[in-house]
Every structure is written in C-alpha cells, then in structure tokens.
C-alpha cells in the first residue's frame, strides 16, 4: 500500500469510528480496493454519478456506513442497491451478517456481484429482481433503502421482505414530513435520527419503520 493509500486508509478507519463503526486496515483497503473498481466501471457503465475518490468515500462509503448502527438481526436486504451501495460496504463492516442486494438494472447488479468476489465477500448475494416480485422463504431481519422511493411506494414494494419481527430503515435527506403524513396504517414508525457524515455537509436521516402489529 502507497503512503497516499495508506493516508486514504487511516482517515477511512477515523471516520468510520465517528460513526460507530470498527474497521480494521484491511477493511478500510478492501473498501477503498471497491472504489477503485466503481471508478473503473464507471468509466463504462457509467454506475454512478458520484467521479472523485473523495466524493466516493462521502457519499458512497459513509454515507453507507451511518447506519451501521440500526442493523438487527443477520439476513439484511438491500434495495434498490444500485451498485452496491448501502450493501457493500455493510457487508465489508459486518462479516457475520449476509446481505442480499436487490437492484432491477443489470449492469449495476453485474458489478455489485463482480465487486463482492473481487473482495472475497462471502456474505454478498446479488440479485437482479424487481422487488415488488420477490416473495422469499424467509423474511429479512433489516430491510435498508436509499433513495429508492418516496415512503408509501417503498413500503408497498417491500411488503413482501418483511415479517412482524422486520426493521425497514429508509436513508433520507431532509426530514420527509410530507412522505411521513401519507405513511400507511399497516405500517408505525419506530425511531429515526439524524446522521452526521464527516465532510458530507448535507442533511442526512434514517427512518425505522416496522410493520403495524395489533
């Protein structure tokens, strides 16, 4: 590892800690070995429209990584996952749990499983599905979302992930007061904060949401 990677490295590790998460120094490589290969494919595929490794680490490793913390249980979801994304760098953080990462565009489901072999993430499942189809054996424990939909159209097409004993965290921006007033009575609203990532300088939150039990 270059003295810049190895830089790169220790302000990954200072920055993830700020935010709850324990990465090792070959997390922190295996995570930013993963930028190196979006930027690749990007340069194709055009995945993202996130360019500089700086911008990658906020708004792709962070970002992703803030909400470490609300996980339960081990079978996670990821939705609408784009190239991996919050999935993979949980993966990276959470070896014990496994993560199935559902997107219905192929190219970015293509290098989500190209990305967790090249990382050696035995934990990783990339499917190319719409979620509103699936119906698995076996709800998921967490059920995270990044701006994948407004609220009641993510919770309709996630209804079929969950079970009473889910989570469903939906990562936002501002506060979604208006999605928040359509929330459907099948489902309450169990915790939420706001989260800080460093150098992002944008409103962040995450929503907990959990089916309405009587």
């Not at 360019?51 to 470490?68: F, K, N, P, Q």
Request: proline share 5%; with cysteine.
């Amino acid at each position: 590892m270059s003295a810049v990677e190895l830089s790169a490295a220790e302000h990954l590790v200072e920055d993830a800690a700020s935010l709850g998460v324990r990465l090792s120094d070959a997390d922190a490589g295996r995570l930013l070995a993963l930028l190196e290969e979006l930027a690749r494919w990007n340069r194709r595929y055009n995945l993202t429209g996130v360019r500089t490794l700086g911008a990658m680490v906020t708004h792709h490793l962070l970002d992703s990584l803030a909400i470490h913390p609300d996980l339960e249980g081990t079978r996670i979801a990821d939705v609408g996952t784009g190239a991996g994304f919050p999935g993979l760098p949980l993966a990276v953080a959470n070896p014990a749990r496994h993560f199935t990462l559902i997107d219905s565009t192929a190219k970015k489901i293509r290098f989500a499983s190209h990305a967790a072999e090249t990382l050696g993430l035995a934990n990783v499942t990339a499917l190319q599905a719409r979620v509103e189809t699936l119906r698995p054996a076996e709800a998921f424990d967490t059920v995270v979302a990044r701006a994948f939909a407004p609220l009641p159209k993510l919770l309709a097409q996630a209804r079929g992930l969950v079970a009473a004993h889910s989570r469903l965290l939906a990562m936002k921006g501002r506060w979604p007061e208006k999605e928040l007033e359509a929330l459907p009575s099948s489902w309450r609203l169990v915790g939420s904060r706001e989260l800080t990532v460093p150098r992002l300088g944008e409103a962040r939150c995450v929503l907990v949401l959990a089916l309405a039990v009587d």
